[in-house]
């Protein structure tokens, strides 16, 4: 269950790349790509009608002749990797598997949860509920700078903020109850 690394062209789409690795016994009916590291896929079994989620975590190493590698699993394995799009969970067929039941839980909890969360623009304040530290710093505000790169801004000093959307916070501005 280790990584397999291959060559895959640039103008080859992560979609049609897997549909020629997984061959003509599938059809990908969907696949998003998440943070150019993970890809959520509804894979339905040609022969029998029924889709399940396939994820594929990502790697490029772009100055080698194998440039693309990846890590294939479906959701009955319980993969890690939770953040799979509704579109793609809807596409999927009813399954009695526990750790696919799991996963999808998960899936849609984070889901329900990103979609309760204020949405963040550039120039927003947000003021997190948990203090974060920097270099022995605890900062707790900050205004929003280039929020697809995690990037957010406190006293003129640039800070990234990995894996702030699980994070809770609320925009200043707004009461908190």
């Known amino acids: 269950m280790g990584w397999m690394y291959t060559s895959k062209p640039k103008h080859v789409k992560v ?8 061959g003509n ?13 993970t890809a959520y896929m509804a894979v339905k ?26 890590k294939d699993m479906d959701e009955s394995c319980g993969p890690n990797a939770d953040e ?11 399954t009695d598997n526990e750790y696919a039941l799991e ?10 949860d990103r979609k309760s969360k204020p949405r963040l623009k550039v120039g927003d304040s947000v003021v997190f ?10 900062i707790q505000e900050f205004d929003v700078y280039l929020p697809k790169r995690n990037l957010f801004k406190n006293r003129g000093r640039c800070y990234q903020i990995n894996g702030w959307r699980k994070m809770e916070y609320h925009l200043k501005d707004e009461v908190t109850v």
């Open 45 to 70: 079994e040609k022969a029998t009608g029924s889709v399940c989620a396939v994820v594929c975590l990502l790697n490029y190493v772009p100055n080698d002749v194998y440039n693309f590698g990846y």
């Open 25 to 37: 016994n599938v059809e990908i009916l969907d696949c998003k790509v998440k943070n150019l590291r």
């Open 129 to 138: 509920d948990d203090r974060l530290t920097f270099c022995g710093e605890q």
């Open 15 to 22: 979609k049609d790349f897997f549909q020629s690795q997984f």
């Open 84 to 94: 799979c799009p509704e579109s793609v969970l809807n596409l999927l067929t009813e």
């Open 103 to 112: 996963w999808r839980k998960a899936c849609r909890k984070n889901i329900a």
